[in-house]
């Protein structure tokens, strides 16, 4: 895996068809409602943004603006299909880690798209020097997990009744890293 992020926009073939790889923009607001809108409700359910509020995906572009929060978004024609993002720490005690959060819309998941976000959301993580990267999920998104599992993430915790569902019972929450002392490879 590169070390360092790829030269946007760049495509490649997966199922047969050309996506494209680029950078998300503030101006790519519409486009991210739209595909974060159309998704299903399990898949928004643990997101840290409503995404039926305007506001709330405004100010997820303003930290894209800020560079807290770098995104690469993967386009079938113009159509977001995926997302990466990497959302970076300003306090300097916690400077060295970042957290991680990808989706792929369901027609096109199992086809090596998400593995090859998370290879360019690492690409940029070690290109701002960062030394962890963690994710968070739901005990029940079992999936995710084993997305996460397979990039070479551990569990390191697991904090009981910590997330309530959407049918309103608690859940753990699940956190996992990824060490750089592991070369960041996939």
Not at 91 to 103: A, D, F, Q, T
Not at 122 to 129: I, N, T
Request: proline share 2%.
């Amino acid at each position: 895996m590169s070390t360092t992020a790829k030269t946007y926009p760049w495509a490649a073939q997966f199922g047969g068809r050309s996506v494209t790889f680029r950078c998300m923009r503030a101006e790519d607001q519409e486009l991210f409602k739209s595909f974060i809108r159309s998704l299903p409700h399990v898949d928004n359910f643990y997101l840290l943004v409503d995404v039926h509020n305007d506001q709330d995906i405004a100010r997820w572009m303003q930290r894209m603006e800020s560079g807290q929060t770098v995104s690469v978004i993967a386009l079938d024609n113009e159509r977001m299909i995926g997302y990466g993002n990497l959302h970076a720490n300003e306090p300097p005690w916690i400077s060295h880690v970042g957290e991680i959060r990808m989706c792929v819309a369901g027609a096109h998941r199992g086809r090596g798209l998400g593995r090859t976000l998370a290879k360019e959301v690492f690409a940029m993580a070690r290109a701002r020097g960062l030394e962890k990267i963690w994710a968070r999920m739901a005990s029940s998104q079992d999936s995710a997990q084993k997305v996460f599992h397979r990039l070479g993430f551990h569990t390191e915790a697991r904090l009981s009744g910590f997330v309530k569902n959407q049918d309103g019972l608690t859940e753990d929450l699940v956190i996992m890293s990824y060490d750089a002392g592991e070369l960041w490879e996939l």
